[in-house]
Each structure stands twice: as structure tokens, then as C-alpha cells.
């Protein structure tokens, strides 16, 4: 039991808190995503496409999109995602996983 504990502590500490920040940003700005690649591609190529934006969004523009939790996403937040998906190395992602691009509006 003593011993247990003591390796859950290790586990514990080995976790960067910043880490952690970022990874739950992106989980939430992930359920913001999600809705806004929805209004223009079906939902099975929308899910994939939200990973690849999520992935390339700076810490900055994870935190905006995050905001955006439990409401309709305003015009902001779908420049925001239009401006992710457009980046050279969104469009990588898109492509090597064999996702459509997502329309210019």
C-alpha cells in the first residue's frame, strides 16, 4: 500500500502542470471546433478536421476558442478556426490523415 501511494506521487510529479493546462484547453476548445467545421463538412470528416485544427492552435487562440463553451460560436471564433485551418501546417495534417480541407467561406 506504502508503496503504491509513493509511486502515485512519482506519477503525479512527473506531470507539468502546463501540460495538463494545455491539454485541457485543447480538449475544450476541441467541443468549440467541432460544431464550426459541422456547419460546413459532415460530421465524420468534422471530427478529423477538428483534431488537425485544435493541434496547430497556438496557446493563445486555444484559450479564445475555449471561452466560447456552452454557446453558439459568434463570428470570432469561426474567423479563429477558418484562420487555423488555413495554416500551411493544418493543411499538412489535413492531408497526410486524408481529411478535406475546410472551405473558404
Do not use: F, H, W
Not at 478529423?48 to 484559450?63: F, M, P, R, S
Amino acid at each position: 500500500m506504502r508503496a503504491a501511494v509513493l509511486l502515485s506521487a512519482l506519477v503525479l510529479a512527473a506531470c507539468n502542470p502546463q501540460d495538463v493546462a494545455d491539454s485541457v484547453g485543447r480538449k475544450a476548445a476541441r467541443t468549440v471546433v467541432v460544431p464550426v467545421v459541422q456547419m460546413y463538412l459532415p460530421d465524420a470528416a468534422a471530427e478529423g478536421v477538428a483534431t488537425c485544427i485544435v493541434q496547430n492552435a497556438t496557446a493563445d487562440e486555444v484559450k479564445a476558442l475555449a471561452r466560447d463553451i456552452g454557446v453558439r460560436a459568434g463570428t470570432s471564433t469561426v474567423r479563429t478556426v477558418q484562420t487555423i485551418a488555413a495554416r500551411p501546417e493544418t493543411v499538412r495534417c489535413l492531408r497526410t490523415s486524408g481529411l478535406p480541407l475546410l472551405p473558404a467561406v
